[in-house]
């Protein structure tokens, strides 16, 4: 149960700390606009900062229990291995995007997230890189990766479970509803999951399961005023875009499932970040 009580408040934190700090300033559901995108790199790294710190101090352990690569292995090679494969997944999901965009007639944008840190990154490139090449992926690995499968055991669900938060999160984090969608599915899934590997009452984790889901409906529908007008709201290219972003989290997830090394999916993270910063300094027009 501790382990439990752990992931969930590290999960709480990565997402409700910087919710409430970018609500509060009244700036976190219309974040991408001209006036305050210099505004925006200084909350983006005093917040990378803060929960890097923070889930770092809660998740020591994960750095401890680790099982050790062997010796013969070099450490550098393999995660350049990870990484070419990883654009490989980037490059195949981007494929599949681009195929559904133009069956389903949808122009495919570059999402928010990512919109927003290429911008970001004209204000402040130094720090920027810092805290995306160092203090991201060590958060995100602990919390999609390290937090996650403290709880969850079982190999598939894992890597499922991972992915989809991963994905989502990157496209559509600064939305209400699918915030409270991604809280409510991920204590969903740490509960039943609990509930599964300790008492084996499987009648108990459905009922628990189905009326998280209607409370999370309900909440979604208060918020929203219908559900059915949320949905038609949703933006099916942000949709679209996140499925590149679960693809890369299943494979990173899959990559900790292997290997249980904390370290090597953040050498892998950091080498992504820092590939994915040279491009967008390359590509910029100063």
């Known amino acids: 149960m501790k382990e439990l009580r752990k992931s969930l408040l590290t999960f709480v934190i990565y997402l409700l700390v910087p919710f409430i700090i970018l609500y509060t300033i009244k700036y976190g ?3 991408v606009t001209k006036d305050n995108l210099q505004f925006a790199s200084v909350i983006n790294i005093i917040l990378d900062v803060i ?55 949808v122009g495919i944008d570059t999402s928010n997230n990512q919109y927003l840190l290429e911008e970001m990154f004209k204000y402040y490139p130094v720090l920027m890189v810092m805290t995306g090449v160092i203090c991201a992926p060590v958060t995100e690995e602990l919390v999609f990766r390290g937090a996650i499968k403290r709880v969850i055991k079982n190999k598939k ?10 994905g989502l999160i990157h496209v559509l984090r600064y939305d209400l509803p699918v915030f409270i969608m991604l809280i409510g599915g991920y ?45 038609l709201t949703i933006k099916l290219s942000e949709v679209l875009n996140s499925i ?37 300094f390359t590509s910029m027009k100063f």
């Open 157 to 166: 669900v894992f890597i499922i479970v991972s992915g989809l938060i991963f």
């Open 51 to 105: 929960l890097f710190v923070t889930i770092v101090f809660l998740n020591k352990d994960i750095f401890k229990n680790r099982k050790r690569l062997d010796t013969k292995e070099d450490k550098i090679s393999l995660i350049i291995k990870i990484v070419i494969l990883m654009y490989a997944i980037k490059i195949v999901s981007g494929i599949v995007v681009g195929i559904l965009s133009f069956i389903l007639g």
């Open 29 to 31: 559901f219309n974040i």
């Open 244 to 280: 590149v972003y679960i693809a890369v989290g299943c494979y990173f997830a899959y990559i900790y499932q292997k290997y249980d090394n904390i370290y090597v999916n953040i050498g892998a993270h950091m080498a992504n970040n820092l590939l994915s910063y040279i491009i967008i």
């Open 187 to 231: 204590l969903i899934d740490m509960i039943v999951e609990s509930k599964l590997d300790r008492s084996k009452k499987i009648k108990l984790s459905i009922v628990t399961t189905l009326g998280m889901l209607l409370l999370i409906l309900f909440l979604i529908h208060i918020l929203s005023g219908s559900i059915v007008t949320y949905i």
